[in-house]
């Protein structure tokens, strides 16, 4: 937390600075003096449809068309003071329309063929509003924005047994979006007139705070708001460039695949398969940038798997092992620069990674579930916007900053689950059903630049339960616990250095519940 240090050297009250320290920082996740807007309300409703018919033996065609609207609205007070130094508050409102055709075949050639092939059809709009104060309203970002989002793409999979030994999959998807976006991003203060000092044509100095409603113009000079690369003359303070972005994304994704069975009982496997995410527009600007949309494009993955599957000992044990590599392009990644959260592609990146997954039923009623995954996932080369000093170099005791070879944001490099159930049959012709569920994951980084105060530690999360299931199964009651060792740490954070802020979401603590179900 940067400081703004309130002192009162005068004795008199009128002309004090604002509070704004370490004060503040409570040293307790559920606790805050923040007083701004804290909410989070989503409406939504919507309908779906699923009709099949079969067209002839092992031969079906389906239809699953899906309605959705929502309303949502947010608030968040990131500075945890009674200040208005970092305050956010959202409403969106959103519709999408969806339409999938499939033509599914199983089990032909005597079971040796399966298939999918359709066309999918997404239609979205909707507007998103949302309104950030700074530094007691020194920057007011005032931001509407309209979006609409077409989608339409043709799939197809193909599984086919070759003999006992080898099976092959063959599948693609053509995928083609059209995204419009206008953004209505406005500094209601005219922080930047005020800061560059402009005048009006008479030569007047708008000091801070007294800023004119008609565009001021640098005395002897053009009007500010092109000398400052305001992109409207008819709105002085509007930061975003005016008019519709328009973006078209077009991608095929193959994806190819080979099983050989040794046995029964045994599955080796390996594939090759691509994928990719649209791209779009930055939208929450708080500076001007000319008369250009800042955009970002599409990310692009490769990615290779080998594996086994198997059971064991009459089926008693599963084993699973899968190693992987992913190679992205243009990797979209969130990263601040002054107060805007800007996406932007970060450059290439690669995961490398294996897990191993068991399954063991070791005596009547006691299955255990266990898994570990190791990832080795880090950059191959860095944008020239993220390798910009101000925005992700490294800073001394405060930040290690992006390189190439730096962890990816948000992985872990171990991740552990063990979660054994225990059923026991009661006399009555009831059941108890224990369960327990331990997960481990190592240290993450939460942003590009990996500042060391929002570092997540390793951490060790136990949840538990209890079930009673009565004879007839029409109905259960289950008691249990999450985060039994109440461990709190970041789930998500950032850094804003030009308010002075650094923000985060904690985990939530222990907590306990008691649930009846029923079956009718």
Same mark, same amino acid.
């Given at each position: 937390?940067?400081?703004?240090?309130?002192?009162?050297?005068?004795?008199?009250?009128?002309?004090?600075?604002?509070?704004?320290?370490?004060?503040?920082?409570?040293?307790?996740?559920?606790?805050?003096?923040?007083?701004?807007?804290?909410?989070?309300?989503?409406?939504?409703?919507?309908?779906?449809?699923?009709?099949?018919?079969?067209?002839?033996?092992?031969?079906?065609?389906?239809?699953?068309?899906?309605?959705?609207?929502?309303?949502?609205?947010?608030?968040?007070?990131?500075?945890?003071?009674?200040?208005?130094?970092?305050?956010?508050?959202?409403?969106?409102?959103?519709?999408?329309?969806?339409?999938?055709?499939?033509?599914?075949?199983?089990?032909?050639?005597?079971?040796?063929?399966?298939?999918?092939?359709?066309?999918?059809?997404?239609?979205?709009?909707?507007?998103?509003?949302?309104?950030?104060?700074?530094?007691?309203?020194?920057?007011? &970002?005032? =931001?509407? !924005?309209?979006?609409?989002?077409? *989608?339409? $793409?043709?799939?197809?999979? %193909?599984?086919?047994?070759? @003999? /006992?030994?080898?099976?092959?999959?063959?599948?693609?998807?053509?995928?083609?979006?059209?995204?419009?976006?206008?953004?209505?991003?406005?500094?209601?203060?005219?922080?930047?007139?005020?800061?560059?000092?402009?005048?009006?044509?008479?030569?007047?100095?708008?000091?801070?705070?007294?800023?004119?409603?008609?565009?001021?113009?640098?005395?002897?000079?053009?009007?500010?708001?092109?000398?400052?690369?305001?992109?409207?003359?008819?709105?002085?303070?509007?930061?975003? &460039?005016? =008019?519709? !972005?328009?973006?078209?994304?077009? *991608?095929? $994704?193959?994806?190819?695949? %080979?099983?050989?069975?040794? @046995? /029964?009982?045994?599955?080796?496997?390996?594939?090759?398969?691509?994928?990719?995410?649209?791209?779009?527009?930055?939208?929450?600007?708080?500076?001007?940038?000319?008369?250009?949309?800042?955009?970002?494009?599409?990310?692009?993955?490769?990615?290779?798997?080998?594996?086994?599957?198997?059971?064991?000992?009459?089926?008693?044990?599963?084993?699973?092992?899968?190693?992987?590599?992913?190679?992205?392009?243009?990797?979209?990644?969130?990263?601040?620069?002054?107060?805007?959260?800007?996406?932007? !592609?970060?450059?290439?990146?690669?995961?490398?990674?294996?897990?191993?997954?068991?399954?063991?039923?070791?005596?009547?009623?006691?299955?255990?579930?266990?898994?570990?995954?190791?990832?080795?996932?880090?950059?191959?080369?860095?944008?020239?916007?993220?390798?910009?000093?101000?925005?992700?170099?490294?800073?001394?005791?405060?930040?290690?900053?992006?390189?190439?070879?730096?962890?990816?944001?948000?992985?872990?490099?171990?991740?552990?689950?063990?979660?054994?159930?225990?059923?026991?049959?009661?006399?009555?012709?009831?059941?108890?059903?224990?369960?327990?569920?331990?997960?481990?994951?190592?240290?993450?980084?939460?942003?590009?630049?990996?500042?060391?105060?929002?570092?997540?530690?390793?951490?060790?999360?136990?949840?538990?339960?209890?079930?009673?299931?009565?004879?007839?199964?029409?109905?259960?009651?289950?008691?249990?616990?999450?985060?039994?060792?109440?461990?709190?740490?970041?789930?998500?954070?950032?850094?804003?250095?030009?308010?002075?802020?650094?923000?985060?979401?904690?985990?939530?603590?222990?907590?306990?519940?008691?649930?009846?179900?029923?079956?009718?």
């Amino acid at each position: 937390m940067g400081s703004l240090a309130g002192v009162n050297t005068d004795a008199d009250p009128t002309n004090n600075r604002l509070p704004w320290d370490g004060r503040f920082i409570t040293g307790d996740p559920d606790k805050t003096y923040a007083t701004g807007p804290t909410l989070n309300k989503l409406r939504a409703w919507g309908f779906a449809g699923n009709l099949e018919y079969d067209l002839a033996e092992g031969l079906m065609v389906r239809s699953i068309t899906s309605y959705r609207k929502t309303d949502w609205k947010a608030g968040s007070d990131l500075d945890g003071s009674p200040l208005s130094m970092l305050e956010l508050t959202f409403s969106q409102n959103q519709q999408q329309f969806s339409q999938e055709v499939q033509l599914l075949g199983s089990n032909l050639l005597d079971g040796k063929l399966n298939f999918v092939a359709g066309a999918y059809y997404f239609k979205e709009d909707g507007d998103l509003h949302d309104y950030v104060t700074f530094d007691e309203g020194l920057l007011q &970002v005032d =931001g509407p !924005n309209s979006f609409d989002t077409k *989608n339409y $793409a043709f799939f197809g999979q %193909v599984d086919f047994r070759v @003999n /006992d030994w080898i099976g092959i999959t063959l599948g693609g998807r053509y995928t083609k979006e059209t995204k419009l976006f206008e953004g209505g991003q406005q500094d209601l203060n005219g922080g930047n007139y005020k800061l560059f000092g402009c005048a009006n044509a008479a030569g007047t100095i708008f000091p801070f705070g007294d800023f004119p409603l008609a565009p001021p113009q640098a005395a002897g000079g053009p009007p500010c708001f092109a000398a400052l690369s305001y992109p409207d003359p008819t709105n002085p303070v509007r930061v975003y &460039v005016p =008019g519709v !972005n328009r973006k078209t994304f077009s *991608n095929f $994704a193959p994806k190819i695949g %080979v099983q050989l069975h040794p @046995n /029964d009982d045994v599955m080796v496997y390996g594939s090759y398969s691509e994928g990719y995410k649209t791209g779009g527009w930055t939208t929450r600007l708080t500076n001007p940038q000319g008369n250009v949309a800042p955009d970002f494009d599409e990310e692009i993955a490769e990615t290779f798997e080998v594996g086994v599957k198997s059971t064991w000992l009459d089926r008693r044990l599963q084993v699973n092992v899968a190693a992987f590599s992913t190679n992205y392009k243009n990797v979209q990644l969130n990263q601040q620069v002054g107060t805007s959260p800007t996406i932007d !592609n970060a450059g290439t990146a690669r995961i490398k990674g294996v897990e191993l997954e068991a399954i063991v039923a070791p005596v009547k009623g006691l299955t255990i579930n266990a898994s570990v995954g190791y990832l080795d996932a880090c950059f191959t080369a860095l944008s020239a916007s993220v390798l910009r000093p101000d925005v992700a170099g490294p800073i001394p005791g405060l930040r290690e900053g992006a390189v190439v070879g730096g962890q990816l944001p948000k992985t872990a490099k171990w991740s552990t689950n063990l979660a054994p159930r225990y059923e026991l049959g009661l006399g009555n012709g009831g059941s108890m059903v224990f369960l327990a569920d331990w997960t481990h994951k190592s240290a993450v980084w939460n942003d590009v630049a990996r500042y060391l105060p929002l570092r997540r530690q390793p951490i060790d999360i136990v949840n538990a339960s209890l079930t009673y299931r009565e004879p007839g199964g029409k109905w259960d009651l289950t008691v249990g616990g999450t985060n039994l060792t109440d461990e709190r740490y970041l789930v998500s954070a950032g850094a804003n250095d030009a308010a002075g802020v650094y923000f985060g979401s904690y985990n939530r603590p222990r907590e306990w519940y008691a649930r009846v179900g029923f079956k009718f």
